[in-house]
């Protein structure tokens, strides 16, 4: 076995709730020695958003495990003073503040990096550190809205939907920030000069939402909510619901699944219509939908399982957990009192566990200190003038 692949990685995270938290827990599942900061007041408040044993939240149980805990009031002069001695030994920063505020308090990237020049310093925002809207405020819904991608997501004629995964905190907040601090880390060890890593939700999204954009340049204007080839546009990609009120995937876009697909169905006349559009993929989708709706969804699972076409349930969470597929890939973990997600990232020569459980405010304040170098007095002056 070689190990965890970021064994030896310090991470000081300041961040709280879903992006930066996110983040920092891939980190943290990789090998990397994550120290979750929080202060005095609310701390992290992901800890009581929802139930979970007690009374500490699932939400936090699952996106703060492998860290260490530090309590640290960065108001007090002090406090800056620890985090600048914790950061002469750190590898990356991660924050997210509002623009300007981590300077204020004096733990800015130009702050660290006089006393670290290796540093990484990863700060995640809705809009980036500069532009007109950089101090906004902002949530998942306002970033996806404004990048062009909820306006895009729903069906013919109806109204935007409201998607239940965080885009713009997840694939923006979280993965982005992944991609940019490990860039900035190889780039460090190799020319011993660190980066600020500037991470906008916002932009992450406007990044990535591809396929309008490609259209727009194309044809000089946008498809219809639910009209693009993937959303509503091709007969041949699209959920259709079954007899029992469930539904199945249906996705045999390219011309070899479609034959497949029409073999497997009994439907022969439909070979042609691979691809249609327009009318055609109006009267084809309305046969799909009769066609589909005359069974229960256990029927057509039984039918396509093995059939390599496309064509899967769609299933609850819950199911999804119990699928075989995803049982045999280990992708859930029994720790810290509930079920959690395993890393979507499998590494040879690497078993992920989970070796911490989410820590509770400043659990570890001394144990991170000692290792830091602050003596048994130090701690102590500390601890009594209430910046641990």
């Known amino acids: 076995m070689i190990g965890a692949p970021l064994n030896g990685v310090r991470v000081l995270d300041l961040t709280r709730l879903l992006p930066g938290p996110v983040a920092t827990l891939h980190l943290a599942d990789l090998g990397a020695d994550v ?14 958003l929802g139930d979970g044993p007690d009374g500490i939240s699932v939400f936090y149980r699952c996106v703060n495990r492998n860290k260490r805990g530090l309590r640290l009031d960065l108001k007090q002069p002090q406090g800056r003073e620890v985090l600048l001695r914790l950061a002469a030994g750190a590898d990356i920063v991660v924050e997210s ?4 505020v981590s300077e204020r308090l ?37 970033y996806i809205g404004l990048s062009g991608v909820l306006e895009q997501i729903g069906v013919d004629g109806g109204r935007p ?26 780039d460090a060890q190799r020319s011993g000069q660190g980066r600020l890593v500037d991470v906008a939700m916002s932009e992450a999204v406007l990044a990535h939402n591809l396929f309008p954009f490609f259209h727009l340049q194309s044809s000089g204007e946008l498809p219809p909510r639910g009209g693009d080839l993937l959303s509503g546009g091709d ?35 439909w070979l042609p219509l691979h691809g249609a559009r327009g009318a055609q993929a109006a009267t084809l989708r309305h046969e799909l939908a009769a066609l589909f709706a005359s069974r229960d969804q ?46 979507p990232v499998k590494l040879s020569g690497w078993v992920f566990s989970v070796e911490r459980a989410a820590p509770t405010p400043g659990e570890h304040s001394a144990e991170i200190l000692s290792t830091a170098g602050f003596s048994r007095a130090e701690i102590d002056r500390l601890q009594a003038s209430g910046v641990l």
């Open 235 to 269: 007969a041949g990609y699209a959920v259709y619901a079954t007899a029992d009120g469930r539904y199945m995937a249906v996705a045999p876009l390219e011309e070899k699944f479609w034959a497949v697909f029409c073999a497997t169905l009994g439907r022969p006349e």
């Open 298 to 343: 256990a029927y057509w699972q039984e039918l396509f399982a093995g059939v390599d076409c496309c064509v899967t349930p769609v299933l609850s969470v819950n199911e999804a957990l119990a699928h075989p597929h995803f049982v045999a890939r280990g992708m859930t973990v029994q720790a810290d009192g509930v079920c959690q997600y395993a890393p």
């Open 161 to 186: 939907a409201i998607p239940n995964l965080q885009i713009g905190d997840l694939l923006g907040g979280a993965m982005s920030a992944v991609m940019g601090m490990l860039a900035a880390l190889f």
């Open 35 to 48: 120290i979750k900061i929080e202060d005095h007041a609310a701390g992290d408040y992901a800890r009581i």
């Open 106 to 142: 004096g733990i800015g990237y130009r702050q660290l990096a006089a006393v670290n020049r290796k540093i990484v310093y990863c700060a995640i925002t809705g809009y980036g550190q500069d532009g007109p809207l950089a101090s906004a405020a902002g949530h998942d819904l306002n």
């Open 97 to 100: 503040f509002r623009p300007g």
